[in-house]
């Protein structure tokens, strides 16, 4: 396979400094885009939208925390062992995250948004809008681990 090779669109300012797994949803930051490469119109338009989906890089999760195969989720053992496609812990194996986190303000390279898992200094791939046609059509099933995880996060 061919390699990809990407060079980020911004980083995370603010918000927390470590990552705490959980209570995510108390916490605002700032993606702040890069002006060598981008002017405000990048963001024109963006504020009429609630929300959007930030993809970014785990840059701070070292070689030997990358999963390739199956664990328990945080590591705990009540939780049924599930491989790494199965499950979105940071150490994946190319530390790529999303989020779809809520926008609080767009002023020209700097976008507000409240509940983007990521730490200060964590490098932005991508922004996308939250369009309701991309959302999940029909029913979303999951395994009640899942559910369970989730109860603090945000």
């Keep these: 396979m061919r390699e990809i090779v990407m ?15 959980d209570g995510w949803d108390r916490v605002s930051c700032q993606i702040v885009l890069d002006p060598a490469q981008f ?4 963001t024109a338009g963006l504020a ?6 930030v993809i970014y890089f785990f840059n701070r999760v070292p070689d030997d925390e990358i999963q390739k195969g199956a664990r328990h989720p945080r590591g705990r053992k009540d939780w049924p062992k ?16 999303i989020t ?3 926008i609080l ?8 948004v409240q509940s983007l898992d990521a730490i200060d ?9 939250v369009m309701t046609g991309f959302l999940p059509h029909g029913t979303i099933r999951e395994p009640d681990w899942a559910r ?6 945000w």
Excluded: W
């Design 7 to 21: 060079r980020p669109i911004g980083v995370v300012r603010g918000g927390r400094s470590d990552p705490i797994d």
């Design 148 to 153: 369970e995880i989730m109860k603090q996060y």
């Design 121 to 129: 200094g964590t490098p932005v791939l991508d922004i996308k809008p």
């Design 100 to 102: 779809a986190c809520r």
């Design 48 to 53: 009429d939208f609630s929300h959007v989906e």
């Design 39 to 42: 002017s405000a119109e990048a």
């Design 82 to 97: 599930v491989g790494i496609f199965a499950q979105r812990g940071k150490g994946r194996p190319n530390r790529v995250g």
């Design 105 to 112: 303000s767009v002023d020209g390279l700097k976008i507000s």
